[in-house]
């Protein structure tokens, strides 16, 4: 059975198609290297957990195929202010049009408002599309295990070190996180959305937590919504956190929400 994963890998490659039509390897990593430089995206969430704080990647999401439209008409300009004014330690900034209604232009358009390092989510499956990103100014990229063999996220990952990225290495079980140990970034991610059924289950975050070695860092991605949530994963150890939708969705007071998460600890 194809599942929506499936669904967009096989899009993404004529995405890549098309952009090898336009560009080269070389021509975009010309680009990159005329990019404004790197912002620090591991040092910025180092700098917020060394205070015993959480260090919050926020995303900009217009729709998603487990939420469908989550804020039609969101000026992620404006929404990503906030959030650099909440505390954010960092940005994600979906690019995947059909999915998820995101864009380049979008990513390019908050990194010329916020100070922010910034991720650019998306499914890589070409080392040229980490050039593309460099190229429009991130400073990491996203490596999905589920959706790339052990070759081509090692690619992928040289790609975004060579350009002077940070790379996040995106995994849901313990057969993943084992071939994410196997890779040099030390940013590990736990997605509590299983991509391929699409169902968010926190206790994926418990269940790997104890498997991370010191020297990798832990994000819990997915399904994060309330205080209560942060402290639960914090249990775990986790001071990193990757939250999209339901910030997204919070229509009055966006930057105390984000302090909020941010601050959030047991007593
Ligand atoms: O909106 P949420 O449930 O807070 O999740 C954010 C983020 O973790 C999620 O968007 C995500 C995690 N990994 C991905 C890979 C592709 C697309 C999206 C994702």
Request: net charge negative; hydrophobic share 45%; proline share 4%.
């Given at each position: ?12 490659h ?6 090898k ?6 021509s975009?990593?010309?680009m ?8 620090g995206?591991?040092?910025a969430?180092d700098?917020v957990a ?6 919050l990647i926020c ?32 940005l ?11 864009s ?5 358009a908050?990194r010329s408002?916020v ?11 070409d ?14 990229i ?6 790339v ?6 690619e ?13 290495i ?5 057969a ?12 590990i ?9 699409m169902?968010?289950?926190?206790s ?6 104890p ?5 990798r ?15 639960r ?17 919070v ?7 984000v302090?909020?998460?941010r ?5």
């Amino acid at each position: 059975m194809s599942t929506a994963l499936d669904r967009i890998i096989a899009y993404k490659h004529d995405e890549v198609a098309a952009l090898k039509q336009a560009e080269s390897f070389e021509s975009l990593s010309r680009m990159a290297s005329e990019a404004s430089p790197v912002r620090g995206f591991a040092a910025a969430m180092d700098r917020v957990a060394a205070q015993d704080e959480n260090a919050l990647i926020c995303e900009l999401k217009r729709k998603s195929p487990s939420a469908g439209e989550i804020l039609p008409g969101a000026d992620p300009v404006a929404i990503a202010t906030e959030y650099e004014s909440g505390g954010a330690a960092c940005l994600s900034v979906l690019t995947d049009g059909p999915s998820f209604g995101g864009s380049l232009a979008d990513f390019s358009a908050i990194r010329s408002a916020v100070s922010l390092p910034m991720l650019r989510k998306d499914f890589l499956v070409d080392t040229i599309q980490v050039a593309e990103a460099r190229a429009h100014g991130a400073d990491c990229i996203l490596v999905i295990l589920s959706a790339v063999d052990d070759v081509l996220a090692a690619e992928l990952s040289a790609a975004a070190t060579g350009f002077g990225m940070d790379v996040l290495i995106e995994t849901h079980d313990e057969a993943e996180l084992e071939r994410a140990l196997r890779l040099p970034s030390p940013l590990i991610g736990v997605n509590n959305r299983d991509l391929k059924r699409m169902v968010t289950d926190l206790s994926t975050t418990e269940r790997l937590a104890p498997l991370m070695p010191p020297d990798r860092h832990l994000i819990a991605e997915s399904g994060i919504s309330t205080t209560d949530h942060i402290i639960r994963l914090r249990a775990t150890g986790a001071r990193r956190f990757l939250i999209g939708e339901s910030l997204m969705k919070v229509n009055q007071m966006r930057e105390s929400a984000v302090t909020g998460l941010r601050k959030a600890r047991s007593n």
